[in-house]
């Protein structure tokens, strides 16, 4: 590329934002995996430095002028190199049209709410917790309404447009209508009919070395690349690093394998997509993921659709069983039948994190609901508690009641002033559910395959079809071009029907 | 501090450099510990990103202006304030008196050369290697010309000052001339003395995991804390990291445990310096270690003057023996007389790294002849091998010969552009021996308290000598301070007659 046009130029300063990134994307790794608790205050300064150096680069009106010049002449580019420059755009949008102000202030207030949230939640502590997430969802709305002001999107779309880009809350609504339609008959049937299923469950130590040498079988065996990435422990599980070195992390726990494991599985879905990313362009907007909702969707599609299915577990139990049998697990225990229903249980919980396939939206659209009326001034913070008891009760037949640590107090992303972030992980599951059916129309022996643990038809279909794409289409064209349509909530419906109440 | 001032502004730009080098340093150490092979193209990129932004903070012409202003309110600023500046200047003065086209050019010959050497000396190639050494040198050459002429001192000692600031090779030629009047001879009469000496050594295996275990608790009997910092496994043992973190790293044979153990302490002495350097000067230039010969004083105090001593051989001999016992070590070999005997030994050898106390600086002064001759134009790279094998001869009685691999091609600094950095090893070892001296005066029953284990008063004279003052002295002055006159030999050699010859 030219570095002397306008559009080499940014060029250039994206690849050096990428390599910024690439520090602070190490950094955070760091601090959660490795870092000794007294180097925390330390980091915490170096990671706040290069956010705010980024920041400014990404924001600078320099760079809003490299942008409208490099659009001017837009036919000299090819093809991704105008995808680039509209994601160049949209960065820059997003970064500049809040004042630096109102970024500082936020910064402040979150860091307060969320240090507060670590105690007061404990403690079940609703009251003291009140004004300090009072002050982040006021700076919210105020953010939310100069991003409106700039953008035209209604207050609340322009948030959920940071994490899901040219998604609307309209669209949510009619898409999430129809699971809310669906959903909690749906949700007490399989309850009742998985009373009469039974179910023999693992018993004794799972030691925490076997569990890992499981994971980084199954790991390696569905095409993670540990010649670019690692998996390490955390207390918190994610999926870090970049693309060339993706960081996965786990947390072990001795007494339940089930729940490492697939959380192993669901960040290697993440990191997969990041492996993926279109070699060339990966220091560049265009080939970074095409937002949260379908990164989400690709850790679903690894855990969900694959990992979670009868002809996976057919492929895993003997490996499950190589690494993890003992004394006090029964034999029949290992039998893929029985390792299916114990991946498939179905109970409403007051925990979104730890919720089913079948409840978890449910608990999305709860929280989608709420943090939507917040942001169009049509509830209030002191108001939650009594919204999020009533919804609870509606959508899942518990009361949380005065329980708010298991309640309104139980995820940190509205302290964080996370919000139009929770709609991606049903968003997730859906184009998850979506693309999975794409692949068994265009692999037709497809669950052959993966129950005698061969995976390449599909990773090379999941690459074509999302991974090598980056940011080049839009989510709706990159949908499109994969399944034949838009997002479509049937497919998610169609397939907990399939797997919870087959014919 | 006020960050209107000209001080003030550029104590916030070091806070923000000292910020991007804590990302580089994790970095390198995550380069070296953790990272898979496939990421290191990535993030070699990252690393020269963040290197080249700092290195244009501090050479901006904008700093120097900040500087001069700064100067003249100089009577307004803290003693503290005052060295900080002093510290600012010299970094300032360092960065910008050499073109940016010449960085540009040494780092594209020196890693040409690097990668080249890492190949061809395994084949003992040095015909191959010569042009690409010559083009390193011929352009370290022009930086220490450039370098010279903005600082007055010679082309040598513009290069030595980047290491070492303030020395100078005319000081060095008399101090090392006392070396050599002195060593060949002991080194001669050392051997000849250990010939008659039993020595047990330990046999059979020693598990990774449990010299692991014992470094651990050494490291943390003597002072090293492992809230602000870790051991790991790399293939080049270092210390890395940042003051509040630091990263010390080993290897180990399971072979011969004294080799990494010794490392580890070793290591754990430049740990100890960054740990203890002053807490509220952290982030500045002035809260940084003095200089190179000081650091590797502070391993060398560590390692040779404490840790391979008799008294601390009897603090932990025993806890040596409980980690790694086996069958096949006889029980005398846990005395702490023959772990005396078994760190203490004295061989010529052709390699630097492996080299034991006494021969050591040989292979500095060695090299400390050749690369100012280089520097100086009276050498030319050609006749390298054969002036190495002449001194080899003379300082070791050892030749060469056509070995390049295990002679003139063993070590990476010259390929990598490093002149002027091998004498801090040996003044390093000259000023721990000097420095524990004024220890023992000091504390009468130091030796005493070493063979318990109470390492207490000893890391408070350190930190009250050496490591809570930073680059607050010059490095003469700090000698001063702590012992009463600058850099002496005569303690060196002293120590080195107590230990390998007692009367």
């Known amino acids: 590329m030219n570095q002397h046009t306008a559009y080499g130029k940014l060029e250039a300063l994206f690849s050096k934002i990428n390599n910024l990134s690439h520090l602070a994307s190490m950094a955070h790794w760091d601090a959660a995996t490795m870092m000794p608790a007294g180097g925390s205050e330390a980091r915490g300064q170096a990671l706040a430095e290069v956010t705010g150096l980024i920041n400014e680069l990404v924001s600078a009106s320099e760079t809003g002028e490299l942008v409208e010049k490099a659009e001017q002449d837009r036919d000299q580019l090819s093809d991704w190199q105008q995808a680039n420059l509209r994601e160049m755009r949209r960065q820059w949008f997003n970064a500049s049209c809040v004042t630096s102000e109102l970024v500082r202030a936020q910064a402040i207030a979150s860091s307060r709410c969320e240090n507060a949230w670590r105690k007061l939640r404990a403690e079940n502590n609703w009251l003291d917790f009140q004004p300090l997430l009072s002050e982040v969802i006021d700076l919210t709305r105020e953010q939310a309404a100069m991003r409106s002001a700039a ?13 899901e880009p040219g998604q609307t809350g309209s669209n949510i609504d009619s898409i999430f209508s ?29 030691p925490e070395k076997k569990q890992k040498a499981l994971a980084m079988e199954l790991m390696k065996a569905i ?12 207390h918190h599980p994610f999926c870090g690093g970049v693309p060339d070195d993706v960081r996965v992390t786990t947390r072990y726990n001795e007494d339940d394998f089930c729940e490492s494991l697939m959380g192993v599985l669901h960040e290697t879905g993440h990191a997969k997509y990041e492996q993926g990313l279109p070699r060339e362009w990966r220091a560049q907007p265009v080939g970074k993921a095409r937002g949260m909702g379908l990164h989400e969707g690709q850790s679903l599609f690894q855990e969900m659709q694959v990992c979670r299915s ?22 029949a225990c290992w039998q893929a039948e029985n390792l299916f229903r114990l991946n498939s249980r179905v109970e409403p919980g007051y925990i979104r994190v730890n919720a089913d396939e079948v409840t978890y939206p449910l608990h999305v659209i709860l929280r989608y609901e709420i943090e939507k009326n917040l ?24 009361s949380t009641g005065d329980n708010h640590r298991d309640g309104c107090m139980q995820d940190i992303h509205w302290a964080h002033g996370l919000l139009g972030y929770f709609p991606t992980y049903t968003l997730g599951a859906m184009n998850a559910a979506q693309l999975y059916q794409a692949a068994r129309n265009a692999i037709p022996d497809l ?3 993966i129950s005698r643990g061969d995976f390449e038809a599909l990773n090379q279909w999941q690459s074509q079809a999302v991974w090598s794409w980056g940011s080049y289409y839009s989510i709706d064209e990159l949908m499109r071009q994969a399944t034949g349509e838009t997002l479509n909530p049937d497919y998610f419906i169609e397939h907990l029907k399939q797997r919870f109440a087959p014919a």
């Open 310 to 331: 009868l002809p996976f577990l057919r492929f895993a139990a003997p490996l499950m069983r190589r690494h993890l049998d003992n004394d006090e697990t029964p034999a």
């Open 375 to 398: 942001i169009e001034g049509r509830l209030e913070v002191r108001d939650i508690p009594e919204v999020w008891d009533q919804k609870m009760q509606d959508y899942l037949g518990l």
């Open 447 to 449: 669950e052959e395959q």
């Open 223 to 234: 095409g993670f690349d540990f010649e670019h990435g690692r998996l390490d422990t955390s």
């Open 178 to 206: 129809r699971l809310k339609a669906f959903l909690p008959s749906f949700v007490e049937e399989t309850v009742q009919r998985q009373k009469n299923e039974s179910v023999i469950r693992p018993a004794g130590r799972f």
């Open 151 to 163: 953008s035209g999107r209604s207050p609340y779309d322009s948030l959920l447009d940071l994490y």
